[in-house]
Nanobody, 122 residues
Framework: QVHLVESGGGLVQAGDSLRLSCAAS????????MGWLRQAPGKEREFVAG????????VYGDSVKGRFTVSRDVINNTVYLQMNSLKPEDTAVYYC???????????????WGQGTQVTVSS
């Protein structure tokens, strides 16, 4: 199974920006869809953003529209999440994940990274 490794999390202040990266362990990795999901303490897992690997089509969760941007580098098998105008409510563990199929905005991803913590202070 391909391993996904996230990086880029950290502690920032409200209004700051962060960029998360997710690299696949296999050079031949070619998923249908990649997504970013997050889970805050005591809350359910939430879809944040996703991207179709072949076309670059993107979908965003309502809570991050206009602030977050998902992109991919097909040469380096890496997906990114640029997070701007961060808010305390964005605090969560962020996971990248892959799935087979065209549906992007779903929690039904099958291959997950280990997660990276993002903490936004007010």
């Amino acid at each position: 199974q391909v391993h996904l490794v996230e990086s880029g999390g950290g502690l920032v202040q409200a209004g700051d920006s962060l960029r998360l990266s997710c690299a696949a362990s296999e050079r031949t990795f070619s998923p249908d869809t990649m997504g970013w999901l997050r889970q805050a303490p005591g809350k359910e897992r939430e879809f944040v953003a996703g991207i179709r690997w072949s076309t670059g089509r993107t979908v965003y969760g309502d809570s991050v529209k206009g602030r977050f941007t998902v992109s991919r580098d097909v040469i380096n098998n890496t997906v990114y999440l640029q997070m701007n105008s961060l808010k305390p409510e964005d605090t969560a563990v962020y996971y990248c994940a892959a799935r087979v199929g065209a549906v992007i905005a779903t929690l039904l991803y099958t291959n997950w990274g280990q997660g990276t913590q993002v903490t936004v202070s007010s």
